[in-house]
């Protein structure tokens, strides 16, 4: 009588079966102890080469702000017969009290003046920004993508480039030495119309905004009742972004203003700095107003940076 084999084919009597050969590695394959440590250490290393890297950059960007703040904390004497990371005696209440005394309160006014800057410059800014962000996406007109293309231009257009036109029309329309001169140039920001459409084509599902339409709402009511709540993450990235810009700006209100009551924060740190030559005094005085200056930038960035990462988060996946 024959018998099958494990394939099933009639075996050869006086014969074994066929033996199953055995798929995959062999004994002589397998991972030897030094191959089976050598990823585990590599990525060990990579990892520490990381966050050797993250901490060197950590450390260059927060030694100008540790710098800053054992500077602020110093009288004169210290300031210049200490080391700069040397700690003195404790005087920044009285560097404090100095600089919102001195020349009659003026940096109070600076601080006031940009505040007014940033916060509705970049608050107008911002609105103009989502406004032509969510119609460049949702909207279909003649000549869109060519005018997108002018808009991406922009971004590539330094502003001390534009600062010596704007001038000139500031110029031509009896807007210099105003605080008009400032503001209205800080409503334009191309790169604030792309991260709009960017978060437009992210948050905002056609699909809603045909059901507002069913609904018998208008244009208006669409953008402000349900688009705009929709777009919160992504307003409060490019308000940071403008918030910032506006803060930080220098060159154009050296150029367009001369009065120094209308002065940004920024510019009249710069002032008092120029003066240090024949006034050594000045220079505790530019040093705690820079630090104090720094202040609502931080603030801004504690208060609104969950809006901040998620809008960040939404971009980077765009």
Request: hydrophobic share 50%.
């Amino acid at each position: 009588m024959s018998t099958l084999d494990l394939d099933g084919r009639q075996a050869v009597p006086g014969t074994l079966p066929a033996t199953p050969v055995r798929e995959g590695p062999g004994p002589d394959h397998r991972p030897t102890g030094r191959s089976r440590r050598r990823r585990p250490t590599g990525a060990l290393l990579s990892r520490a080469a990381v966050n050797g890297l993250l901490a060197v950059a950590a450390l260059y960007t927060l030694m100008p702000l540790a710098w800053l703040l054992i500077a602020a904390t110093k009288d004169h004497g210290d300031l210049f017969g200490t080391g700069g990371f040397t700690l003195g005696a404790f005087h920044l209440f009285d560097n404090l009290r100095a600089v919102f005394t001195a020349d009659g309160g003026i940096y109070g006014r600076w601080l006031l003046n940009s505040l007014l800057y940033s916060l509705v410059g970049s608050l107008v800014s911002t609105l103009i920004c989502v406004a032509a962000g969510y119609a460049f996406d949702k909207y279909h007109f003649a000549g869109k993508d060519k005018l997108f293309g002018v808009v991406l231009a922009g971004i590539l257009v330094p502003g001390t480039v534009i600062s010596l036109p704007m001038y000139l029309l500031a110029s031509e329309a009896g807007l210099v030495n105003t605080y008009w001169a400032v503001l209205i140039p800080s409503l334009v920001n191309p790169f604030g119309v792309y991260l709009a459409r960017v978060f437009s084509e992210g948050y905002i599902p056609n699909e809603v905004l045909e059901a507002a339409r069913m609904d018998g709402a208008g244009e208006l009511k669409t953008f402000r009742t349900v688009s705009l709540p929709m777009l919160a993450p992504g307003f409060m990235t490019i308000f940071l972004f403008s918030f910032t810009g506006s803060w930080n700006s220098f060159y154009l209100p050296l150029m367009m203003l001369n009065d120094q009551h209308l002065y940004p924060v920024g510019l009249g740190i710069y002032n008092w700095n120029t003066v240090v030559v024949n006034n050594p005094e000045y220079y505790s005085l530019a040093i705690t107003g820079a630090l104090v200056a720094v202040l609502p930038l931080i603030a801004v960035f504690i208060g609104l940076q969950r809006f901040w990462r998620s809008g960040l988060t939404a971009g980077a996946v765009k």
